[in-house]
């Protein structure tokens, strides 16, 4: 405990550290977040994984007409959309609790969270 200047004990928790008062809040909130941005190239993802293992090649060396018309958009969201999210990982789990010298292993753990969101959409229907 910190000693106040009346020379009682300071009970605000000032010095407990950057970041102490929010716990485990602050990364599941942001965690959550990151998972509603993710949840656009999971869409991609479960689109090319669902309908492109069906397309049926036949032994030639590629397959022509065999490929949906939008395959090209699916790849480039599924591409450009986890390296976003990858990123918004990064700086927000990983840089942002380094800097404010902050524990990161809490921010690591809650983004066990991202994927909430989708499982929480696919199971209601809403996507």
Do not use: K
Not at 92 to 105: A, F, N, R, T, Y
Not at 106 to 121: E, H, K, T
Request: charged residues 10%; neutral net charge.
């Amino acid at each position: 405990m910190r000693r106040s200047e009346t020379g009682g004990d300071d009970e605000s928790g000032a010095g407990r550290g950057p970041g102490a008062g929010r716990g485990l809040w602050a990364p599941a909130l942001a965690n959550l977040l990151i998972g509603l941005v993710a949840i656009v190239p999971g869409l991609c993802l479960r689109r090319l994984l669902t309908t492109y293992p069906s397309v049926h090649c036949g032994g030639s060396v590629g397959c022509h007409g065999g490929t949906s018309h939008n395959g090209l958009g699916m790849i480039t969201g599924a591409v450009l959309g986890l390296g976003f999210v990858l990123g918004m990982v990064l700086v927000v789990d990983i840089l942002m609790p380094h800097q404010e010298g902050g524990p990161v292993g809490y921010w690591l753990g809650m983004a066990l969270l991202i994927p909430v969101p989708f499982v929480v959409g696919q199971a209601m229907g809403w996507i």
